[in-house]
């Protein structure tokens, strides 16, 4: 019997395109309208059923969200750049070095690390590396294959699916909501810690007992552990460079409203003065960004071919009317109901398109106005978007990063999904738990 395979991103988008298009000839056209005190009201209008559109819309999705891409080549990178110096690998291992035989600590410490990588810069694919480094290393402290897993990977989607700061997911949906960057970071730093909270209970649980009962195969202890390498003085000086650029992201759009040009900007600066430092020629250091931006390239490249999903729909002249279906079919709806549906949504979405950047493209341009119809704030939008995107990715089969990880840690995937989906469960209960006080208190209101 043949195996069935998942098709490839692309494939998906470009066979939702041709769906919209067929919708385009179906769904009849309609507008929202706003009045002079700023109310919506809907009207039909003649829809425009689209043919060969479908290969420019790519065209215009492209164009539409040029900003964005560019962001995203320049970010990519720069942290490229920033790998391939060491220092932050070097930093971990010191940092574990020094704890010395203090497991446990090690551990927490581990999981916090990781949690804030992914809540600030939004590490997700940097973790495959981590996860060959920390797995080996956790398993000769007497502790299971798992256990790496779970304070690199596990972590950082915990702080990914709650971050505050990360430009890929929190950046770019608050971007196309036409929200401030980075605004309502107080609640959503919040969410993060208490997340964070219960990861570090959990390991700390989980270490306990696996300790006792651990029975260490050789698979999983597929690697000896390695004695930490110096840190350079180079390395130290490029650390201190990746705190301060935290630190003028923080500040910066906070105080200085900061937008996609100036961030970029500042991450673009830290590459290239972490490459100096390292030592890198200016040869070295536009390789190493260009290596960093091709391997990024397909996250980028999704965003504008999900946008052309918008496009048809827009040149259609039916999104609107999806609006208004969506609004109908929740119509006396609570606000609590609404940002519900929208959570399920988006996690249900995340089984079939587990890019972060694809699914914003895709959803947060209906979900916006949607949110806005049924009494929702936008703020709680995006983070159900947030939630919706993260916890998922730690199942489903279609996570690259997942697989990638996985694979390193020596964990067959069945096996996996045996031992987390109870945390995941969890995760999504919790989510929508920290969900409910952004409608019912108006905490993510700004």
């Known amino acids: 019997m043949r195996k069935l395979k998942v098709p490839n991103t692309y494939v998906i988008i470009s066979v939702i395109i041709a769906l919209c298009a067929v919708l385009t000839w179906f769904v009849p056209g309609g507008q929202y309208v706003k009045a002079e005190d700023g109310t919506l009201s809907y009207e039909a209008v003649d829809a425009v059923p689209q043919t060969w559109q479908v290969l420019s819309a790519v065209y215009h999705g492209f164009v539409k969200q040029a900003g964005i891409i560019v962001f995203i080549l320049v970010v990519g990178g720069a942290f490229w750049l920033l790998n391939a110096t060491g220092a932050v690998e070097v930093g971990i291992q010191r940092f574990i070095a020094r704890i010395g035989k203090r497991d446990i ?12 990588a992914g809540a600030v810069f939004g590490m997700s694919e940097e973790t495959i590396p981590f996860v060959g480094i920390v797995v080996p290393l956790v398993v000769s402290m007497g502790y299971d294959a798992f256990m790496g897993m779970l304070v690199v990977y596990v972590a950082s989607n915990v702080g990914f699916s709650s971050a505050f700061l990360n430009p890929f997911t929190v950046g770019i949906a608050q971007g196309m909501a036409d929200l401030p960057l980075f605004s309502g970071m107080g609640y959503r730093f919040f969410c993060w810690a ?4 219960l990861m570090v209970v959990f390991v700390w649980f989980y270490a306990r007992r696996t300790k006792k009962d651990i029975v260490i195969s050789s698979d999983a202890a597929g690697g000896a552990e390695k004695s930490a390498a110096p840190l350079t003085k180079r390395q130290a000086w490029i650390l201190v460079v990746l705190l301060l650029t935290v630190v003028a992201l923080i500040v910066g759009v906070t105080c200085w409203e900061w937008y996609m040009p100036e961030i970029t900007g500042l991450f673009l600066g830290m590459g290239i003065v972490c490459g100096i430092i390292a030592g890198f020629s200016a040869n070295k250091i536009a390789d190493e960004l260009i290596a960093g931006a091709r391997d990024i390239l397909s996250a980028a490249l999704v965003v504008g071919f999900a946008s052309g999903i918008i496009v048809i729909l827009q040149d259609g002249k039916v999104v609107d009317s999806i609006l208004h279906g969506m609004q109908e079919g929740l119509d006396g709806s609570s606000p609590v109901a609404s940002l519900s549906a929208m959570y399920g949504i988006q996690a249900l979405i995340n089984f079939i398109i587990p890019s972060a950047t694809a699914k914003a493209a895709i959803t947060i341009p209906i979900m916006a106005p949607f949110a806005d119809m049924v009494g929702v704030s936008r703020q709680a939008m995006v983070l159900a978007f ?6 998922t990715n730690m199942v489903t089969p279609t996570s690259g990063v997942l697989v990638a990880a996985l694979a390193m840690a020596r964990i067959p995937y069945a096996k996996w999904v045996k031992w987390v989906w109870k945390g995941v469960l969890v995760l999504l209960v919790l989510g929508l738990l920290l969900l409910l006080p952004t409608v019912l208190l108006s905490i993510a209101e700004f």
Not at 194 to 197: C, E, H, V
Not at 386 to 391: I, K, N, S, T, W
Request: net charge negative.
């Open 105 to 116: 600590l090690v551990l927490v410490a581990l999981t916090v690390l990781f949690s804030l």
């Open 194 to 197: 208490i997340l964070t909270l």
């Open 386 to 391: 947030q939630f919706g995107d993260g916890f």
